[in-house]
């Protein structure tokens, strides 16, 4: 099926990257060290996270492979559960890691110039190229909806102290929304907004009970991911 031009992945993935890279650009060394929505990372934590994150992404959209899609942009997130041990590994590596840039100016810089080299390499590969990541294989398309999905959770999550900073993209937390959706299989409830569905969709944010009775057995699902 055709796309309107600026609708498919490559621009969601753009508008993910601009919106974050908006509130990392303006942060200086202080506020590096700032507490996130992430547990134990500060802001430069988060930030090199991303940044790996998107060194992923330009690695994987390089190297097309001549194997069966196994996950889309959806069931790509069936293996990514909260407080696994390998989610503790990833905190740690990454609180080392980023405390090792001893002038923030360093990684945010690296962090900018990474994700505007990702966004161009997801709107110069074939949406339905074949690409390997984390184990799986999935199209261009769908990895690059990913990036802009878990782009813009981790937004939400690098602002939680930085209230004057500009939000996720619209698209983005569609994308999200759109996600969430899919591994509950129903819509969220009826007034829940983009950032809370994200927020309790990730296990940012604990269901209240009224929430749970509203989700009544799908309840139990929560968090879809984390």
């Not at 997801?122 to 990913?146: I, K, N, R, S, Y």
């Amino acid at each position: 099926m055709s796309r309107p031009p600026g609708t498919g992945p490559a621009s969601l993935l753009r508008a993910a990257y601009e919106a974050a890279s908006a509130v990392v650009a303006d942060l200086g060394d202080e506020e590096s060290w700032l507490p996130t929505g992430c547990t134990g990372w500060a802001v430069r934590d988060l930030v090199f996270h991303c940044l790996q994150d998107a060194q992923r992404a330009l690695v994987a959209l390089h190297t097309p492979v001549d194997r069966p899609v196994d996950r889309d942009a959806v069931t790509y997130w069936r293996d990514w559960r909260p407080d696994t041990a390998g989610a503790a590994n990833g905190r740690r590596w990454a609180r080392v890691n980023g405390s090792m840039f001893l002038d923030f100016g360093q990684l945010r810089g690296l962090y900018l110039e990474t994700l505007a080299a990702a966004a161009h390499a997801a709107a110069t590969t074939p949406p339905g190229t074949p690409v390997a990541t984390q184990g799986h294989v999935l199209t261009a398309g769908d990895l690059t909806t990913t990036l802009a999905v878990e782009a813009t959770v981790h937004h939400l999550d690098l602002t939680v102290r930085l209230p004057h900073a500009p939000g996720p993209s619209a698209e983005g937390l569609a994308a999200v929304r759109t996600t969430l959706d899919g591994l509950l299989g129903r819509p969220a409830p009826p007034g829940w907004s983009d950032a809370h569905y994200a927020r309790v969709g990730t296990g940012r944010t604990a269901l209240t009970d009224a929430e749970r009775a509203a989700l009544g057995s799908t309840a139990d699902r929560f968090p879809l991911f984390g």
